[in-house]
């Protein structure tokens, strides 16, 4: 039976774009996935075109519709799941960029954050956003770029710049500049939003000179945005859009307070469903997940180390190309360096630590190989995790997706170190799904997030025989690279 009702889901990430097509039976009818550059003009710099990532999600859907001519006159918006910590600036009378895209990854900043740090701000940040001082945040990138350049600066002074994250650039840019527009869960990774009050903070503001900047205007993630121009033959509504590690939450059907998802992305990332409670941790963040009308929905959040990063390192430095589905096989056959231990800070320890450092390896012999390597990287992640979700209240569920659950050693692994059991994702592509339900709340399709029945996925138990003593040797080896190079940095 043919769709009388489509729209279209978007998950725009660091390193590609995927757009698919749904119905109103949340079936996915078709997708496409392209890949997006990543340019590092400087060490340390991270930066992306932000017309190329506009180019990325207007092909998308042309490619979909071209496919599928039958579904435009059906179609009813568009929904985006986006980087979050991502941003740029552009100018309102030109609706030129004036930077590119400053990614998540970027530590420009880094410096300056660990100077916030020594000086006692971190408490005070962390009371007023929810985060911990980090070159992560766009608040320490704008404040050090304009100090690094006096154009910039100058040209922010005259009140026509425009901050936003990209889906405040999606949104201004498909709308021809009519529309400027965010969500407060978008918002809130920021470090110029206030937390509790909602809104775009003035002290926040003043501290890190986004003062005279133009800002989007916040609204619930499930909206109502009218002329986008996607070059499909006609405009359509923004009708959703989110964060994409919160989306997730809802794509893999964590709804309920105490529920919690494992992504093993770019980076790991442990979000846990905290419903209407906020709650502020030292060493994690708290968000807003989602905003629904009057109900708000936070989360605790901690994200950083290295995941598919690590093998993307290896494979590009080492390996010779190891095929990724005998990655597990390969870890399982090279277990005879237990003593091996990778640190892999290569962007610093984030949470829990929240420490400027790099990455180290302890216990190298002559006789250590690529591989050996790639079983300690797999094993890092493994410890990452667990030093996130010790930092936790008590999970009921716990979800893990991303492309890394393939690997079987890993999954065990996790299980093993957790000493819990863990619930493989049965839908691999939980953000474009938890982005199509809120565009089937949007549209109506569903009656509410209440309405989504928890699914169970492949149970992974763990091994009884784990005796934590990989974890015990992982802790002394983070913390002496911590007292290594707080003597050096």
């Given at each position: 039976?043919?769709?009388?009702?489509?729209?279209?889901?978007?998950?725009?990430?660091?390193?590609?774009?995927?757009?698919?097509?749904?119905?109103?039976?949340?079936?996915?009818?078709?997708?496409?996935?392209?890949?997006?550059?990543?340019?590092?003009?400087r060490?340390?710099?991270?930066?992306?075109?932000?017309?190329?990532?506009?180019e990325?999600?207007?092909?998308?859907?042309?490619?979909?519709?071209?496919?599928?001519?039958?579904?435009?006159?059906?179609?009813?918006?568009?929904?985006?799941?986006?980087?979050?910590?991502?941003?740029?600036?552009w100018?309102?009378?030109?609706?030129?960029?004036?930077?590119?895209?400053?990614?998540?990854?970027d530590?420009?900043?880094?410096?300056?954050?660990?100077?916030?740090q020594?000086?006692?701000y971190?408490?005070?940040?962390?009371?007023?956003?929810?985060?911990?001082?980090?070159?992560?945040?766009?608040?320490?990138?704008?404040?050090?770029?304009?100090?690094?350049?006096?154009?910039l600066?100058?040209?922010?002074?005259?009140?026509?710049?425009?901050?936003?994250?990209?889906?405040?650039?999606?949104?201004?840019?498909?709308?021809?500049?009519?529309?400027?527009?965010?969500?407060h869960?978008?918002?809130c990774?920021?470090?110029?939003?206030?937390?509790?009050?909602?809104?775009?903070?003035?002290?926040?503001?003043?501290?890190?000179?986004?003062?005279?900047?133009?800002?989007?205007?916040?609204?619930?993630?499930?909206?109502?945005?009218?002329?986008?121009d996607?070059g499909?033959?006609?405009?359509?509504?923004w009708?959703?859009?989110?964060?994409?590690?919160?989306?997730?939450l809802?794509?893999?059907r964590?709804?309920?307070?105490?529920?919690?998802?494992?992504?093993?992305g770019?980076?790991?990332?442990?979000?846990?469903?905290?419903?209407?409670?906020?709650?502020?941790?030292?060493?994690?963040?708290?968000?807003?997940?989602?905003?629904?009308?009057?109900e708000?929905?936070?989360?605790?959040?901690?994200?950083?180390?290295?995941?598919?990063?690590?093998?993307t390192?290896?494979?590009?430095?080492?390996?010779?190309?190891?095929?990724?589905?005998?990655?597990?096989?390969?870890?399982?056959?090279?277990?005879?360096?237990?003593?091996?231990?990778?640190?892999?800070?290569?962007?610093?320890?984030?949470?829990?630590?929240?420490?400027?450092?790099?990455?180290?390896?302890?216990?190298?012999?002559?006789?250590?190989?690529?591989?050996?390597?790639?079983?300690?990287?797999?094993?890092?992640i493994?410890?990452?995790?667990?030093?996130?979700?010790?930092?936790?209240?008590?999970?009921?569920?716990?979800?893990?997706?991303?492309?890394?659950?393939?690997?079987d050693?890993?999954?065990?692994?996790?299980?093993?170190?957790?000493?819990?059991?863990?619930?493989?994702?049965e839908?691999?592509?939980?953000?474009?799904?938890?982005?199509?339900?809120?565009?089937?709340?949007?549209?109506?399709?569903?009656?509410?997030?209440?309405?989504?029945?928890m699914?169970?996925?492949?149970?992974?138990?763990?091994?009884?025989?784990?005796?934590?003593?990989?974890?015990?040797?992982?802790k002394?080896?983070?913390?002496?690279?911590?007292?290594?190079y707080?003597?050096?940095?």
């Open positions: 039976m043919e769709a009388d009702r489509v729209f279209l889901a978007v998950d725009q990430g660091s390193s590609g774009t995927m757009t698919a097509l749904f119905n109103e039976k949340l079936e996915m009818i078709d997708w496409v996935d392209i890949p997006v550059k990543v340019q590092t003009p060490y340390g710099w991270v930066e992306h075109d932000p017309w190329e990532l506009l990325s999600v207007k092909s998308g859907a042309q490619q979909l519709l071209a496919r599928h001519p039958e579904y435009l006159e059906k179609l009813e918006g568009i929904g985006l799941a986006n980087q979050g910590e991502s941003f740029l600036l100018n309102r009378e030109t609706k030129e960029p004036v930077t590119p895209v400053i990614s998540w990854q530590s420009r900043s880094e410096q300056f954050g660990s100077k916030l020594e000086d006692g971190d408490s005070w940040f962390h009371q007023k956003t929810g985060l911990h001082l980090s070159s992560e945040w766009p608040a320490l990138k704008v404040y050090e770029m304009r100090r690094e350049d006096p154009k600066d100058l040209l922010c002074q005259s009140g026509n710049v425009i901050f936003g994250q990209l889906d405040a650039w999606f949104i201004y840019a498909l709308s021809g500049g009519k529309q400027l527009a965010s969500d869960g978008t918002a990774r920021t470090g110029f939003y206030h937390l509790r009050q909602g809104n775009w903070d003035p002290e926040l503001l003043k501290f890190f000179h986004g003062e005279d900047l133009l800002w989007p205007r916040l609204l619930d993630n499930v909206c109502h945005l009218e002329g986008m996607l499909i033959g006609r405009e359509i509504p009708i959703a859009g989110g964060l994409d590690q919160s989306v997730t809802i794509g893999q964590c709804i309920r307070p105490h529920t919690a998802k494992i992504t093993y770019t980076c790991c990332a442990c979000w846990m469903n905290l419903g209407r409670e906020i709650l502020l941790d030292d060493r994690l963040t708290t968000s807003v997940a989602w905003k629904l009308g009057e708000w929905t936070y989360a605790l959040a901690a994200e950083g180390g290295a995941s598919g990063s690590i093998i390192w290896l494979q590009d430095r080492f390996s010779g190309g190891w095929p990724l589905e005998e990655l597990s096989d390969i870890a399982c056959k090279y277990d005879d360096q237990p003593s091996l231990v990778f640190v892999p800070a290569f962007q610093g320890l984030s949470a829990p630590y929240w420490k400027e450092a790099r990455g180290t390896l302890f216990g190298i012999t002559t006789g250590t190989r690529p591989e050996h390597l790639l079983r300690a990287g797999l094993d890092a493994t410890y990452t995790i667990k030093d996130m979700i010790d930092c936790m209240p008590e999970f009921e569920r716990l979800v893990v997706d991303g492309g890394m659950t393939a690997n050693y890993l999954l065990k692994k996790q299980a093993d170190v957790l000493g819990k059991s863990i619930r493989k994702a839908e691999k592509e939980g953000t474009l799904m938890g982005i199509a339900y809120l565009c089937a709340l949007s549209t109506g399709i569903l009656p509410g997030l209440h309405a989504l029945d699914t169970e996925g492949e149970e992974i138990r763990p091994d009884r025989k784990d005796d934590g003593q990989g974890y015990k040797t992982w002394r080896s983070v913390q002496a690279v911590i007292d290594y707080n003597d050096k940095i």
